[in-house]
């Protein structure tokens, strides 16, 4: 069943390439979904700040691998 | 992957990285069409129409720029496609939980060039992360 786990991890590696990077991302857009709604900001604010969060999550992605 | 592909015009390697990519971009060109389809009765042909016709733009796409995007050094070519994945992503993603954009639509403008200034300030970052190590490796 060895082939099998392979097929399944190259599946999921499609997707999900770094855990800790996704599940960043998952977070922070749920926390953009129930928080902004009660936030007093202007409402064409509330995308680039989910925009914002994104890239700082990517930078901090690279720089992660950076130090391995 | 020149290296690991082998000798000949088959490339092994070659056919591997591309079947990867093209599975993955497939299953999302088929959720597309589905929650397309899915928003409103009848509405599933035109979306399957409209992926073969992009598919099709895309085909004819390659065959045209093939020789000239083949120039672009390959790490390039990945850190713009990677901005403008991020970019139109990070879009859809608002737009799916209600957010709202300055400019709307144009706003994409906007992120591509943010990411790709993030991008390229975590490239430097990462490029005096492993400097520093060097420094600290040589003493």
Redesign the interface.
């Known amino acids: 069943m060895c082939w099998l786990r392979t097929a399944v991890l190259e599946i999921l590696g499609l997707f999900v390439d770094d855990a800790i990077f996704a599940a960043s991302i998952l977070v922070w857009v749920m926390l953009v979904v129930l928080l902004l709604p009660h936030a007093h900001i202007r409402a064409e604010f509330k995308g680039p700040i989910l925009g914002i969060g994104l890239a700082a999550i990517l930078v901090e992605s690279a720089t992660r691998h950076a130090r391995k | 992957m020149q290296r690991l592909g082998g000798s000949g015009r088959w490339d092994r390697v070659a056919f591997g990285t591309t079947f990867?990519i093209m599975?993955?971009e497939g299953i999302e060109v088929v959720f597309i069409v589905i929650a397309v389809g899915a928003s409103g009765f009848g509405l599933l042909v035109p979306a399957s129409l409209g992926a073969l016709a992009a598919l099709l733009a895309v085909i004819l796409l390659g065959v045209v720029v093939h020789r000239p995007l083949a120039k672009v050094p390959e790490h390039t070519l990945k850190f713009i496609v990677g901005a403008l994945l991020?970019a139109f992503g990070?879009?859809w993603?608002?737009e799916g939980?209600g957010?709202?954009?300055?400019g709307a639509d144009w706003?994409v403008l906007g992120?591509i060039v943010?990411?790709l200034v993030?991008?390229q300030?975590?490239?430097s970052?990462?490029r005096m992360?492993?400097a520093r190590r060097a420094v600290d490796v040589g003493d």
């Open positions: 990867q599975m993955l991020s990070s879009f993603v608002g939980v957010l709202d954009w300055p706003s992120l943010w990411f993030m991008a300030f975590a490239v970052l990462c992360q492993s």
